[in-house]
């Protein structure tokens, strides 16, 4: 494709002034003696320009997006035009309490719904996203031993984890010991047990777990691990399974986070705007980031002076935009929440039930809102899942989360969300199992995948190594 300086004709496409307009009150050294050098173009062949551009990207109105992990769901784009009022839009975060009450009480009832959603109680909205929840969360448990007077130095976390998980624990000073998983996918408790002692400050878990699957025995670990005088953080990114059927407070857990744009719906992708509150027990409510917001004689306020506050996550009020995107979201599901963690659910199952024949199901177990299933067996015949990813981009298809968790060879970690159709979800299973038979029958179709993608196949190691992030898709 062209660059718009390369598609530049000698068409005027926009007449800043007159011909006949005077400039002979400005000085001749200010005039400008050659032409300005900005691409020509009619106002039709710039948004063709664009359009083009915007039609290389990938986004869930474009095809399936099945990225596990990830909640690719939809956004309703109400979300957009409430986040986008004036008075939201552009409020200054350094106006006064009362100046910016409709804000404030937006937060608060955030901060309250979050409540009720994850049994916590009490809920900070700083972080930015899930990462910066699990370190601001870290930093609690760290600031809570130290006013203990305990020094604990180890945090547990299941082979299975989210990559981010020992990455918070670690920047927040912990050294990191692993759990390993049982032959049903779940935290193994004998193992657990035997890494117990009075060095271990917390366990960082999530459950449903990254294998999609169910931790049944979190009752216990939880008591195990409050025995030992430990806390339990949960990472709440699959929230998306459990939403009106339980919740990490039941689990037992005392520190949790959320990812609002995974679960309630905002945008995400490409690194933009996230957001990952935290909610904790109450024993811990003083330890949260600041401000966290207050209702008290008749005005919300944002109150700073929580006495074992880790201090501020992010300036001002965190990620403002995402926040209004969720609440908006929670108010229009209302009850509805918990109708979206049955279908999240019923779709992955449905997904996983087709396609276990064909591929390798290596924990053959009822799954939550996502699954786990291997490429073992197409990798006998020289198909790899990273070439199934790219076989599925030549159907209008995101790639799924592959080779992720560590703990599945070949792993193709599968998300439908409850926003897709049963006609899409048949769509998938059936470019599954077609792609599932050329591997049989025809690997070299595979293996010459994506065909139909602006940019064809890459040599990986060297896109990593050595990124080419030139316009010039053609090189
Ligand atoms: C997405 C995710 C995270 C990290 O959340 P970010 O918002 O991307 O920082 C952590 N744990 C799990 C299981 C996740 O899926």
């Not at 003696?33 to 320009?49: C, F, N, T, Y």
């Not at 309490?97 to 009720?116: C, F, I, P, S």
């Not at 074992?308 to 509805?336: E, Q």
Request: aromatic share 8%; hydrophobic share 40%; proline share 5%.
């Amino acid at each position: 494709m062209k660059t718009i300086f390369e598609k530049s004709n000698n068409v005027d496409g926009i007449n800043f002034f007159d011909e006949g307009m005077k400039t002979d009150f400005i000085s001749e050294k200010f005039l400008r003696a050659d032409k300005i050098g900005l691409p020509q173009m009619s106002e039709l062949e710039v948004l063709r320009h664009y359009k083009e551009l915007s039609d290389m990207n990938f986004c869930i109105e474009k095809g399936f997006y099945p990225l596990g992990s990830c909640t690719m769901k939809y956004n309703p784009k109400v979300n957009e035009m409430l986040a986008n009022l004036d008075g939201f839009l552009n409020i200054h975060p350094l106006l006064k309490d009362k100046d910016v009450q409709g804000a404030l009480h937006l937060m608060y009832n955030l901060q309250e719904v979050l409540k009720t959603i994850t049994g916590m109680d009490a809920i900070s909205l700083q972080p930015a996203a899930g990462a910066h929840g699990e370190f601001s969360g870290m930093m609690i448990v760290k600031k809570y031993f130290e006013v203990k007077g305990e020094n604990r130095k180890k945090v547990i976390i299941p082979d299975s984890a989210h990559g981010t998980n020992p990455a918070s624990a670690k920047m927040a000073g912990f050294d990191i010991i692993e759990v390993k998983s049982n032959e049903k996918g779940q935290v193994d408790i004998e193992a657990l047990k035997s890494l117990l002692d009075n060095d271990v400050a917390a366990i960082m878990m999530t459950n449903p777990n990254t294998l999609g699957i169910f931790e049944e025995n979190v009752l216990e670990i939880s008591e195990l691990m409050h025995k030992n005088g430990s806390l339990l953080y949960y990472d709440g990114a699959n929230f998306n399974a459990i939403m009106g059927y339980t919740n990490p407070k039941l689990m037992g857990f005392d520190i949790v986070h959320i990812n609002l744009h995974k679960t309630f719906s905002t945008p995400h992708g490409g690194g933009g705007p996230g957001a990952g509150p935290i909610g904790v027990v109450e024993n811990l409510k003083d330890f949260l980031p600041v401000p966290v917001v207050e209702f008290k004689d008749g005005l919300y306020h944002r109150n700073y002076n929580l006495i074992n506050s880790i201090g501020n996550a992010k300036g001002f009020f965190g990620n403002f935009g995402v926040l209004v995107r969720a609440y908006s979201y929670i108010l229009m599901m209302g009850d509805k929440l918990k109708r979206v963690s049955e279908d999240a659910v019923l779709n992955a199952n449905y997904i996983k039930e087709h396609l276990k024949g064909k591929y390798k199901l290596p924990y053959d177990e009822p799954c939550m809102h996502e699954f786990v299933i291997s490429g073992d067996k197409q990798k006998e015949k020289g198909v790899s899942t990273l070439n199934i990813a790219k076989r599925l981009m030549d159907s209008n298809i995101h790639p799924p989360t592959i080779y992720f968790p560590l703990i599945v060879h070949e792993a193709i970690m599968v998300e439908p969300t409850e926003t897709e159709s049963k006609q899409r979800l048949d769509e998938f299973i059936n470019i599954m199992l077609k792609i599932a038979d050329e591997a049989d029958n025809n690997p070299e179709i595979i293996l010459s995948a994506p065909n139909t993608t602006t940019i064809k196949k890459i040599d990986e190691t060297l896109a990593a190594r050595k990124p080419n992030l030139s316009f010039r898709t053609e090189e």
